[in-house]
C-alpha cells in the first residue's frame, strides 16, 4: 500500500498537498516510476470526498489503507478500511473501490462490463470489480483465509447521479459488490456504519490483516485438472475478466448468428494469460462447446496433458500444438485458444511433413481458419527462437486480408514475480530491452534479489528454500553443448561446467532417465532440481524460487552489455541469422530466465566484470543464503 492512517488524519492531510505528494512518492519507489497525471488527479478529486464521507459517519478512527496491494500480483484496491464490526465485535474489512465517472452504462452484450466515454473498449462493471478483489483477497490472505465473512466490498462514484449509473445495478448485488454514487451519499455513510464500529480504532485490524499470511498462489499446473472438469479455481480480476468475457460473447455471437471474429490478448510475463486460457476452456468444457486449447511449446502442452488428462483421455485430447490443424477444415471449431501465440512460426511444415500436406499456407491463417473464434494471447517480448512471428500487427494483417473483426485486449496488471512491477522494470532495463538503461535495484516487500559468487553457491542457496518447502530450479543461456541422453540407468553427462561445479542439462526427451523427469516436465516435477533447465523448458512456467546462470554470451563490457554469438550452443541460430536477431533473442531469453521467480531471484555469471557489475546494480553487496521471510 502507499499509505495508512487514521480517516481524520487522512482528510486532514487531504487539505493540503502533503498527502498526495507522499502518495506519488511512495509509488515512484515502489513501481520504479512516476505516476501517471490521471492517477495523481483521481487521487486528489476521489480521496477528499471519500474521507469526508467516513469522518461525517462518525468512523474518524477507523484506519484507511489507500492503493493496497493484492498479494501476488500488482493489482491495488483504491482503499481498504479496517475496523471492528458493530455487532460481532470481529475484525472488519471493506474494499472501497473509488470512481470519478458521472455516468456510465452497462455493455448491451454483458452487463458485467460497463462503457463509458473516457475508454473505447468495455471495461470491468465497478460492483463486479470490487466483487472480485474481495473474493481474492480472502482467497490469498492468510488474515481472513478463513473468516470471509469479514471482508465485504463497495464501490462509491461520488461524481454520480443516480440517471447517469442506474444501470449498472442490473447485476446481481450482494455483501462484496454494493454501489453509492453521491447523490446517496446518506446510504453510503449508513452502509459504512453497519460494517465498522464507531468506538473502536481500527488500527488493531489493519495490523492483523497486514500480517496476514500470504497464502500460496494456486499453481496453474496443481489445479488445472479441477479447472477443466469441475469449477473455475482462479479469480479473474478486472482487465483479465474483460477479457475473459470478451471471449464468450464472442462465442455466444458466433452461434446465435454464424459470426467469426478474433480476439487477441497481450500481456507481459505473469500478467494471467494462461490463466485466463485454462478458466476459458474449464468454462467452454462445461458448456459443450468445441474447444480446443494449443501453443507451440511441447513442455507447456504435454505437462496440461499430464496434469489435466490424468484420468481422462478426452481432457488430454483438449491440448494441441500450432501444428496440428495443417489439414483441418474452415470453421470446425468454436474457439481455438493459442496460448503463447508469440511462438506462431511462419509455417506448420517441417522436414517431416509429407510432400501433400506441404500447402503453402502460413500457421496463422491456419489457426484463424479452423475456428469460430481464434484466441491469441502473447506476449511479444517472450520471441526466443529465429522464425517466432506471433505478434498483434500479423494477426491484425491476417485478419485484415479475411475482412474480419479482430479485438485487442492489453493486460496490465501481473502476477508473476510476486506481483512486483518494481522488478519487471529492473528486468527489462538491465537487459537493454527498455531505455533509460540498468538501474540499481531497490528492495520492495514483493520480489527478493540475490547474487552468488559461485554456482555452488547459488545451487546451495536454492537447495535450503527447498528444505522450507518452496520450489526452486536452476536455470542458464544456452552456452554449454547438450550431449546425448544417456541409457536407462546411466548417468546423466554432467553439461554444464563451471570451474569444479558441473551439473547436466534437463533431458530432452519423453522419458524419464535415472530419476530425472521428461522435458515437459522439468519445471513442475519437484525431480527437475539438480538439472539445469534451459529458456525451452523454463518458458511459460513459474516456481518459487529461479536461479539463474549467466552465460559468456551475455557480458557487461564498460557501460554496456555484448552478446557473443560464439558462445551460444543454441542449435535454433544459423548462419543466416542476423547479428541484430541473435542480440535481441539472447537478451529475450534471459528475460524470460529472469521472471520465472515468484518469490526471488538469486543470478550469478559466469563472467567477473560482470559479476561485478550485478553486484553493484544489486546494493554492492554479495547476499549470502540466509533465511528468508515466510
Known amino acids: 500500500m502507499l499509505f495508512r492512517e487514521s480517516a481524520q488524519t487522512i482528510a486532514e492531510r487531504a487539505l493540503d498537498s502533503s498527502l498526495y505528494l507522499h502518495l506519488t512518492e511512495q509509488f515512484a519507489h515502489m513501481h520504479g516510476y512516476r505516476p501517471s497525471a490521471a492517477e495523481v488527479r483521481s487521487w486528489e478529486r476521489s480521496i477528499p470526498a471519500f474521507a469526508a464521507a467516513l469522518n461525517d459517519a462518525g468512523l474518524g478512527e477507523v484506519e484507511i489503507m489507500l492503493e493496497y496491494a493484492l498479494p501476488l500480483n500488482s493489482k ?51 460492483i463486479e470489480q470490487v466483487r472480485r478483489y474481495c473474493e481474492y483477497l480472502v482467497n490469498f490472505n492468510g488474515a481472513v483465509a478463513e473468516h470471509p465473512g469479514r ?31 453521491g447523490e446517496r451519499r446518506g446510504e ?8 465498522l464500529s464507531d468506538k473502536v480504532p481500527g488500527a488493531r485490524a489493519a495490523d492483523e490483516l497486514r500480517a496476514g499470511k500470504t497464502v500460496p498462489s494456486k499453481q496453474l499446473m496443481s489445479v488445472a485438472a479441477q479447472e477443466v472438469r469441475e469449477r473455475e479455481q482462479f479469480v479473474l480480476l478486472d482487465e483479465q475478466q ?41 468454462e467452454l468444457y462445461r458448456q459443450g462447446v468445441p474447444a480446443l486449447h494449443a501453443t507451440g511449446s511441447q513442455s ?40 503463447e501465440a508469440h511462438r506462431i512460426r511462419e509455417t506448420s511444415a517441417n522436414r517431416f511433413t509429407s510432400a501433400t500436406h506441404r500447402t503453402g499456407k502460413r500457421q496463422i491463417d491456419e489457426l ?4 469460430r473464434v481464434p484466441v491469441f494471447l502473447l506476449d511479444e517480448h517472450q520471441v526466443v527462437r529465429p522464425g517466432e512471428m506471433g505478434t498483434v500487427e500479423d494477426i491484425k494483417a491476417a485478419a485484415a486480408a479475411k475482412g474480419l473483426d479482430c479485438h485487442v485486449v492489453p493486460l496490465e496488471s501481473q502476477f508473476r514475480c510476486g ?16 531505455s533509460g538503461g540498468a538501474v540499481v535495484w531497490e528492495p520492495d516487500d514483493r520480489m527478493q534479489l540475490l547474487v552468488a559468487d559461485s554456482p555452488g553457491e547459488l545451487e546451495a542457496f536454492l537447495e535450503s528454500r527447498r528444505a522450507q518447502g518452496y520450489g526452486a530450479r536452476m536455470s542458464a543461456g544456452y ?26 542439462w534437463n533431458l530432452r526427451g519423453d522419458r524419464s532417465v535415472s530419476g530425472a523427469p521428461p522435458s515437459a516436465l522439468w519445471a513442475t516435477d519437484p525431480a527437475g532440481f539438480g538439472q539445469v533447465g534451459c529458456v525451452y523448458t523454463a518458458q511459460g512456467f513459474e516456481y518459487d524460487w529461479s536461479g539463474v546462470i549467466i552465460g559468456p554470451d551475455l557480458v557487461w563490457r564498460g557501460d554496456r552489455w555484448i552478446t557473443d554469438r560464439t558462445q551460444s550452443k543454441d542449435p535454433v541460430f544459423k548462419r543466416s541469422t542476423s547479428d541484430a536477431d541473435v542480440d535481441r533473442l539472447i537478451r529475450n531469453t534471459y528475460k524470460v530466465l529472469l521472471t520465472r521467480g515468484m518469490i526471488g531471484t538469486i543470478v550469478y555469471s559466469t563472467d567477473p566484470e560482470t559479476r561485478e557489475k550485478l553486484r553493484e546494480l544489486v546494493g554492492g553487496v554479495v547476499r549470502k543464503a540466509v533465511p528468508v521471510w515466510k
Open 242 to 282: 474483460v477479457a475473459y468475457r470478451m471471449v464468450l460473447n464472442a462465442v455466444r455471437k458466433a452461434k446465435q448468428s454464424d459470426h467469426k471474429e478474433i480476439v487477441v490478448i497481450t500481456g507481459g510475463p505473469g500478467t494471467g494469460k494462461s490463466v485466463i486460457a485454462l478458466s476459458l476452456l474449464g
Open 76 to 126: 491495488r484496491a483504491d482503499a481498504v478500511l479496517a475496523g471492528v464490526h458493530p455487532v460481532t465485535g470481529e475484525p472488519s474489512y471493506v474494499v472501497v473501490e473509488l470512481k470519478q465517472w458521472s455516468q456510465a452504462e452497462p455493455d448491451e452484450d454483458d452487463p458485467a462490463l460497463c462503457r463509458i466515454d473516457a475508454y473505447a473498449h468495455p471495461v470491468l462493471n465497478p
Open 368 to 371: 484463424i481458419d479452423v475456428a
Open 188 to 195: 453510503f455513510i449508513d452502509h459504512l456504519r453497519a460494517k
Open 419 to 434: 506481483g512486483s512491477d518494481a522488478y519487471l522494470r529492473w528486468v527489462v532495463r538491465l537487459l537493454g530491452l527498455q
Open 151 to 181: 471482508v465485504s466490498g463497495v464501490a462509491y462514484l461520488h461524481n454520480a447521479t443516480e440517471f447517469g449509473v442506474a444501470g449498472l445495478r442490473a447485476i446481481e448485488l450482494d455483501d462484496c459488490g454494493q454501489l453509492f454514487t
Open 479 to 504: 552456452c554449454w553443448r547438450w550431449s546425448p541422453e544417456p541409457k536407462p540407468g546411466a548417468p546423466l553427462p554432467a553439461d554444464v561446467v563451471i570451474g569444479e561445479w558441473a551439473r547436466p
Open 300 to 339: 507447456f502442452t504435454k505437462t496440461m496433458r499430464k496434469v489435466a488428462g490424468t484420468r481422462k483421455r478426452e481432457v488430454q485430447d483438449l491440448f494441441k500444438y500450432f501444428n496440428s490443424f495443417m489439414t483441418a477444415e474452415k470453421n470446425t471449431l468454436d474457439v481455438l485458444i493459442c496460448d
